[in-house]
């Protein structure tokens, strides 16, 4: 299908996008970035400080409210001029976020609200600490909580001590110290070999992650929603997000809350589990 003629005459809308807990762009985010910018969308990806091609210290930290904070930065880059004068429209923008960040972009958007951000698509979204310590404590017991907790607080003094970090991993199989626990089926689906990541990726997470964890429920900023179930599992419907049915419904959900104007059909695919709009 032609792909001309979309938003002719006006600079496009913008799309901002960064990858879930523990991961960075160059883990599956260029599919999505590419379909969107191939249907009349600008696009911006970026990595959390201390992953990829950004700096901080230690490496591979997770950390919520420091994710919020690169997440603002990013949208203030974008409003600044950091992409160019008059190459892009920073008062239509969107946010995009998988699974920790499908929070994160939930969280941002309810704070900046509508003259910031038009639109949010969360796909899986972590939504409620609540719902992941009880999940945690039905599928572990509490004996291997506690000894992640033990990790967690061990990181955290050594970080006071200015002592290098203590590191977990970040996913694992059942009955391992990780911060995920994924079945054989999910594992199966991240253990392929992968190439070298920028910034030299690891399977780790600080642990002290674990702490302070239970203050972030982004539930609790979602106003309105329109929610799409599909049938995948979490790391699955990941890599099948991109795929032309999947991605149908959320680039026409962008293109109508940023007035995207086409005279053609896009060809575009991109997949989520639910998008969210503020207002």
């Not at 005279?263 to 991109?270: K, Q």
Request: glycine share 10%; charged share 20%; proline share 6%.
């Amino acid at each position: 299908m032609t792909r001309a003629k979309m938003d002719l005459g006006r600079p496009p809308p913008v799309v901002v996008m960064a990858h879930g807990l523990g991961s960075q762009k160059d883990m599956g985010l260029d599919p999505y970035a590419q379909e969107f910018a191939a249907s009349g969308l600008a696009v911006v990806v970026f990595d959390y400080r201390s992953f990829g091609g950004s700096d901080g210290w230690p490496r591979h930290e997770v950390n919520w409210r420091k994710h919020l904070e690169d997440w603002e930065a990013a949208i203030e880059w974008v409003h600044a001029g950091g992409l160019g004068t008059g190459r892009v429209d920073p008062t239509r923008m969107a946010l995009w976020g998988v699974s920790y960040s499908g929070g994160h972009v939930l969280t941002t958007a309810a704070a900046l609200g509508l003259q910031r951000v038009k639109a949010v698509v969360a796909n899986e979204p972590y939504l409620q600490a609540q719902s992941a310590v009880a999940k945690l404590i039905r599928e572990r017991g509490m004996l291997p909580l506690a000894r992640a907790i033990t990790a967690a607080v061990n990181d955290k003094v050594r970080g006071l001590l200015g002592l290098p970090p203590a590191y977990i991993k970040l996913i694992g199989t059942k009955g391992e110290l990780s911060l995920l626990q994924l079945s054989e089926e999910e594992m199966s689906h991240v253990q392929r070999p992968a190439p070298r990541r920028q910034g030299g990726w690891q399977n780790l997470t600080t642990a002290r992650m674990l702490l302070g964890a239970a203050a972030y429920s982004p539930m609790s900023c979602v106003e309105r929603a329109r929610l799409i179930e599909r049938p995948h599992t979490h790391i699955e419907l990941h890599r099948k997000g991109a795929e032309p049915e999947y991605i149908k419904p959320v680039i026409e959900f962008l293109q109508e809350h940023m007035r995207v104007v086409i005279d053609a059909a896009p060809a575009g695919p991109l997949a989520h589990t639910a998008e969210s709009q503020f207002g």
